[in-house]
């Protein structure tokens, strides 16, 4: 997930530069490239290594080049890294539903508003895809100590490097991001450029594939969770929405630790697969005495609840639900908006917080609870670069279950 309305709007002051189109040598290679990858589900030879007519080496992408359509193949050179930046040949990306929305080219902000993404300066042609995995081949001069040839996990969440917020490692705070896969060339690409090492997280010793999801939705419930936390054991905590998301928060706060956990979702086929991720209970979420049925459960209010869906019933039935002193995490993009009462969130000492993915840190802290075995791995399934735009569509339906992760080389 990403790019909650109070982040996103800080955009604002990020310019993205329009990357070339490419020239029309190339727009042949690439029709010829998606003709292939029509017949035969394969790359072409022509098209891998170097272009025959210069020395330069080419890198393929697929990417937004109008809002709302298709991503289309595209061709330009492979970046040469400079200063500190590294380069990486990708294996994996992770399809997130994020990219729907981007793909459209805004999010919903509720009340009839939305988040325009080129109105912050992002204009199309540009590569999504947040959750890159590969192997890194090159580094600038000032890189440091780079693991070459070694396989790495991207913490996509860039910050500028040199704000505060950056150096005490909250680059998912800074106010100019150069996010992977939005404000910055992403992994729906067979290389990705970094701007530094310090972002290369090392996932050796679990799935590779599953690793990429750990860094946008493993990141994201755990941070989440982080910011619930410390949970009292004998207190409860809702988790709103049990779709992906939701199941991961379930199994995160499970991973760390928390068992007094209900599971509220307007779609009871969704229950068992919560009760099997770790959920002790589960309320349909759109009953009327939903509220009622989640401070039963829990003997009184509730401690939190982590909302990963986040519209107008959802926030609702999460700010009704806590107790005094309580906290409401808001995680998902659905979009909506609730009246407030300002009294009460002080009588009842409320904190509603927003979490937007997290840090480097973090994930290195996600991927140690994977390789612990701590964290269960989810249902990945693995399609071809090639097919990412067909994956968004049926993200979009609704149709995907588990996690598709784009295999790319
Ligand atoms: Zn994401
Ligand atoms: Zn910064």
């Known amino acids: 997930m990403l790019t909650s309305p109070a982040i996103t709007a800080n955009l604002g002051s990020v310019s993205m530069a329009r990357r070339d189109t490419g020239e029309p040598i190339y727009r042949n290679l690439i ?27 080419r890198m393929l992408s697929y990417d937004v080049t109008e809002w709302g359509k298709p991503l289309q193949p595209r061709e330009r050179a492979t970046p040469v890294p400079k200063g500190s930046e590294v380069l990486l040949k990708l294996k994996y990306c992770g399809v997130c539903h994020s990219d729907v929305h981007i793909r459209d080219g805004y999010f919903d902000l509720g009340g009839g508003k939305r988040f325009h993404m ?76 970094i701007p530094h090492p310090r972002y290369l997280v090392d996932a050796s010793g679990i799935d590779p594939a599953w690793a990429a999801t750990l860094a946008c939705s493993g990141l994201t419930t ?62 349909k979420a759109d009953d009327p005495d939903a509220a009622g049925q989640l401070q039963k459960i829990a003997g009184g209010m509730l401690f939190g609840a982590i909302d990963l869906v986040n519209n107008t019933p959802s926030a609702t039935l999460a700010l009704s639900s806590i107790r005094k002193g309580g906290k409401v995490i808001l995680v998902g993009l ?69 996690r598709v992760v784009a295999e790319i080389g």
């Open 31 to 57: 029709s010829s490239y998606a003709a292939s990858v029509a017949a035969h589900g394969t790359r072409p030879s022509c098209l891998n290594g170097t272009v025959t007519n210069n020395k330069e080496k």
């Open 222 to 283: 755990y941070s989440a969770v982080s910011t619930l936390a410390p949970i009292p054991a004998e207190e409860w905590v809702t988790v709103i929405g049990a779709g992906g998301l939701g199941l991961m928060t379930i199994g995160m706060l499970r991973a760390l630790g928390h068992e007094r956990i209900i599971a509220a979702d307007i779609d009871p086929s969704k229950f068992p697969a919560a009760r099997e991720e770790g959920a002790a209970a589960t309320v």
């Open 118 to 193: 080129s109105d912050r300066g992002m204009n199309p042609p540009i590569t999504l895809g947040h959750e890159p995995y590969g192997t890194v081949i090159a580094a600038g001069p000032d890189a440091g100590n780079v693991p070459i040839g070694k396989d790495r996990l991207v913490c996509p969440w860039i910050g500028c490097g040199d704000c505060a917020r950056c150096r005490e490692g909250r680059d998912n705070h800074c106010m100019t991001p150069r996010w992977v896969g939005v404000q910055s060339a992403g992994g729906y690409a067979d290389h990705l450029l």
């Open 334 to 402: 659905y979009g909506g908006e609730i009246p407030l009462s300002l009294v009460s969130v002080v009588q009842r000492a409320l904190t509603i917080c927003g979490s937007n993915v997290g840090t480097v840190d973090e994930l290195k802290q996600v991927v140690k609870l994977a390789r612990e075995g701590k964290l269960k791995p989810i249902p990945v399934e693995k399609r071809p670069l090639s097919e990412v735009s067909r994956t968004l569509d049926e993200l979009k339906a609704g149709k995907i279950i588990g």
